[in-house]
């Protein structure tokens, strides 16, 4: 089983950066794909970006290509979401999750087996 809790979330003007940090329990982390999806208010849970287990993949929705950057260290169980150039759009609940499908970095929310319980990210314009 694997327990993930997120943090560095908080409130930012547009424009700016804030990274995000995922902390994994379990000694199978290595053997995860990791990804972030985030939750606005009234609007369903979207996928944001993921890794495959090595961190030699990644995959990002469009929304955040260029802006957004993911990466694990695998050493420290952990998974980072570096935000920049961060938009009011970009507003919503933050989570990270753990799929067994560990060397694809997947989008669909039913692929992953575990999730954090979530940290706020408020950018205001």
């Known amino acids: 089983q694997v327990q993930l809790v997120e943090s560095g979330g908080g409130l930012v003007q547009a424009g700016g950066s804030l990274r995000l940090s995922c902390a994994a329990s379990?000694?199978?982390?290595?053997?995860?794909?990791m990804g972030w999806f985030r939750q606005a208010p009234g609007k369903e849970r979207e996928f944001v970006a993921a890794i495959n287990w090595s961190g030699g993949n990644t995959y990002y929705a469009d929304s955040v290509k260029g802006r957004f950057t993911i990466s694990r260290d695998n050493a420290k169980n952990t998974v980072s979401l570096q935000m920049n150039s961060l938009k009011p759009d970009d507003t919503a609940v933050y989570y990270c999750a753990a799929s067994p499908l560990g060397w694809a970095p997947t989008g669909r929310p039913v692929e992953y087996q575990y999730w954090g319980q979530g940290t706020q990210v408020t950018v205001s314009s």
């Open positions: 379990g000694r199978t982390f290595s053997t995860y794909a």
